[in-house]
């Protein structure tokens, strides 16, 4: 049973730093990906950026370019979001996701998320201006 657990959110104001950590567990398989996802009132759920477990390789949103840095800690089992220059625009529920099948980073953020698999239950990021 995949389990994928989230921490870090809070409250920040604009130009700030917040880190998200996501622990996960139950994977059988050498090859996944877990990617960061989060939906804004009103808007669509989106992936933020997304890191193959495996080999490092990473996929980043044009939106966060430059700003937020995805990691992965294979002895902890947790995945990192470090976000800087925070803006009011971030501001979103934050989710860990996975999938159940072998695919990439890349493929994992822009799959539909209503098909992703793995769900954590989510982290509130607010960046107040």
């Known amino acids: 049973q995949v389990q994928l657990v989230e921490y870090g959110g809070g409250l920040v104001q604009a130009g700030g730093s917040l880190r998200l950590s996501c622990a996960y567990s139950?994977?059988?398989?050498?090859?996944?990906?877990i990617g960061w996802f989060r939906q804004a009132p009103g808007k669509e759920r989106e992936g933020v950026s997304c890191?193959?477990?495996?080999?490092?390789?990473?996929y980043y949103a044009d939106s966060v370019k430059g700003r937020f840095t995805i990691s992965r800690d294979i002895a902890k089992n947790t995945v990192y979001l470090q976000m800087n220059s925070l803006k009011p625009e971030d501001t979103a529920v934050y989710y860990c996701?996975?999938?159940?099948?072998?695919?990439?980073?890349?493929?994992?953020?822009?799959?539909?998320?209503?098909?992703?698999?793995?769900w954590g239950r989510g982290t509130q990021v607010t960046v107040s201006s």
């Open positions: 139950g994977f059988t398989s050498d090859y996944y990906a």
């Open positions: 890191i193959s477990t495996s080999d490092g390789s990473i």
């Open positions: 996701a996975a999938d159940a099948d072998a695919i990439g980073p890349t493929t994992l953020c822009t799959k539909p998320s209503r098909n992703l698999d793995y």
